[in-house]
């Protein structure tokens, strides 16, 4: 499941809103060391474009 939400992250990528609506429903998916492995990914892959937001969900999320 969790390659299938990254591949999912990627190609929605281009819109900020369809983004983090498809994190906020990851967080939703996974499971708890799932959600470990999404975070770091996350801030590797888009720390430079949606840092923030990637910040907002999961500080939710904890």
Avoid: P
Avoid at 15 to 37: C, G, H, I, Y
């Amino acid at each position: 499941m969790l390659e299938y939400v990254k591949t999912i992250l990627v190609k929605v990528s281009f819109d900020v809103r369809l983004f983090e609506k498809e994190l906020r429903k990851a967080l939703k998916m996974l499971a708890q060391e799932e959600l470990e492995q999404l975070r770091q990914w996350c801030y590797v892959r888009f720390s430079g474009i949606y840092h923030s937001i990637v910040n907002r969900v999961f500080a939710k999320a904890s």
